[in-house]
């Protein structure tokens, strides 16, 4: 069975290679024809931002960018062990007030305790985050303004795909392929991981029959799961495309708030890598046993 698993992996690899070949062939061959290099010259890759748009990034953006992509690691980590653990190491269930002492405690895994915690922080963290946005003007490099950004794009992932790509400096203004999908994921991805996964959870009130008619949660399962691969492929994209595009200016950008070439950011980044890894290797149930007894009652 192993065996059989590890034949289609590879025949995946080996369909996903040639797949990326083809893409960069057919790339290359489309901007070799003139109407699509007077497309690319028309549109280069980026819309103008207002005059009154910051320059550079705060400080506290490389901060919410750290423990945004924190907690969303250990969230996947969670949500993939609640999907596929069929005996989980001990159940949660809380305790229960005099204030909720009407609602029975539901008993829950403790992977699954353990992914809620995670959520909960993840939604205070990016709430501030939106908060922070908004006050500090930041938002108009993340929103939308104009409709040029769809054929921007397009031309963008042209440049990207063909190998020859587009000179851009994220210091000031991202290009209109990054624009759109950063746009994606904070507020089109993230709320919908958010209200799937309260329809899904403990959460949910018992009570809520008829909300639960008209969001059943066979809905939210079914659009719980393909967003969680959404954020893992937009990661594994960002990351490669940060590392490939000018890494140190890049890295410094994001965690260092500065606009330069130097080690500082990637010091940073690589500080929150080996963080996150050991938060990775010490999310067992051994160090979390304690902690959830905090708020709650453990059992096998």
Known sequence: ?????????????????????????????????????????????????????????????????????????????????????????????????????????????LDLWFHLSLDVLWMVNGILFIVLLFATAQWVRLVPTSWEVVPNALSTALQYASLNWPTENGWVNYNSLQLLAYFSIVFVAAPLAIITGVRMSPLWPDTAERAGRVFPIELARAVHYPVMLYFVLFAIAHVTLVLATGALRNLNHMYAARDETSWVGFALFAASAVAMVAAWIFARPVILRPIAALTGKLNR
Do not use: D
Request: proline content about 8%; aromatic content about 12%.
């Open 1 to 109: 069975m192993a065996a059989l698993r590890n034949r289609h992996t590879l025949l995946w690899c080996v369909a996903a290679l040639i797949a990326m070949v083809v893409v960069v062939l057919i790339a290359r061959w489309l901007r070799e024809m003139s109407a699509v290099q007077s497309f690319v010259f028309a549109y280069p890759g980026a819309t103008p931002l207002p005059t009154s748009a910051p320059i550079g990034l705060p400080a506290w953006v490389g901060w919410q960018h750290f423990l945004n992509v924190f907690f969303m690691v250990l969230i996947v980590k969670t949500g993939w062990s609640v999907r596929t653990k069929a005996r989980p190491a001990a159940y949660w269930t809380r305790m229960v007030g005099p204030t909720n002492s009407a609602r029975p405690p539901k008993r829950i895994s």
